[in-house]
T-cell receptor
Framework: SQQGEEDPQALSIQEGENATMNCSYK?????LQWYRQNSGRGLVHLIL?????REKHSGRLRVTLDTSKKSSSLLITASRAADTASYFC??????????????FGAGTQVVVTP | DTGVSQDPRHKITKRGQNVTFRCDPI?????LYWYRQTLGQGPEFLTY????????KSRLLSDRFSAERPKGSFSTLEIQRTEQGDSAMYLC????????????????FGQGTRLTVV
């Protein structure tokens, strides 16, 4: 079973608009990461936020983390056609003796039209 | 170092045949992960290694699947007696990890091996 669930499953916006997607998870985490995947390609890391952090920025990306609600959000500002991709959240969860198992949600498919 | 490398990129095999995939991680990374991804879904965790030790194997992985990382460097994933349901993209990733502090770098993914079982 997958740890995270992204919402919405699909998002269609126009260039210049902001895109927001959410991720909920179930168990305690060490960190939460967001990845992007272009069709048929490997995943590209976007941003990592640790469990003791609440907000992080990287370029046009803004990530928030609310561990009390077990949720995170990814905001892409001023979207571009090149942002068209699937976006996945992944959580580093604890195994029997250490952290390190990375579990993914089902993803949000984002389409940005010119 | 140019990142995580997977070979082959594509594999078409007949049902019942065995296949083996290889992953070369980033050289200084001690963790290596295998995932399976089907169309429209997120990557499903299969197994992962810390150096040469296999730390966990998903219940999704039947006895037909085996993974090794013999010297703590490259890894292989073998599927025996392939079935049509094994058709998927198989992704490998690596990261640097502290035993107590957790992951201190993101995971870097390869381009994947797309398996088609006919």
């Amino acid at each position: 079973s997958q740890q995270g669930e992204e919402d919405p499953q699909a998002l269609s916006i126009q260039e210049g608009e902001n895109a927001t997607m959410n991720c909920s998870y179930k168990t305690s985490i060490n960190n939460l990461q967001w990845y992007r995947q272009n069709s048929g390609r490997g995943l590209v890391h976007l941003i990592l936020i640790r469990s003791n952090e609440r907000e992080k920025h990287s370029g046009r990306l803004r990530v928030t983390l609310d561990t009390s609600k077990k949720s995170s959000s990814l905001l892409i500002t001023a979207s571009r056609a090149a942002d068209t991709a699937s976006y996945f959240c992944a959580t580093e969860v604890r195994t029997t003796d250490s952290w390190g198992k990375l579990q993914f949600g089902a993803g949000t498919q984002v389409v940005v039209t010119p | 170092d140019t990142g995580v490398s997977q070979d082959p990129r594509h594999k078409i095999t007949k049902r019942g045949q065995n296949v083996t995939f290889r992953c070369d991680p980033i050289s200084e990374h001690n963790r290596l992960y295998w995932y399976r991804q089907t169309l429209g879904q997120g990557p499903e965790f299969l197994t992962y290694f810390q150096n040469e030790a296999q730390l966990e194997k998903s219940r999704l992985l039947s006895d037909r699947f085996s993974a090794e990382r013999p010297k703590g460097s490259f890894s292989t994933l073998e599927i025996q007696r392939t079935e049509q349901g094994d058709s998927a993209m198989y992704l490998c990733a690596s990261s640097r990890h502290h035993s107590t502090g957790g992951m201190n770098t993101e995971a870097f993914f390869g381009q994947g091996t797309r398996l088609t079982v006919v």
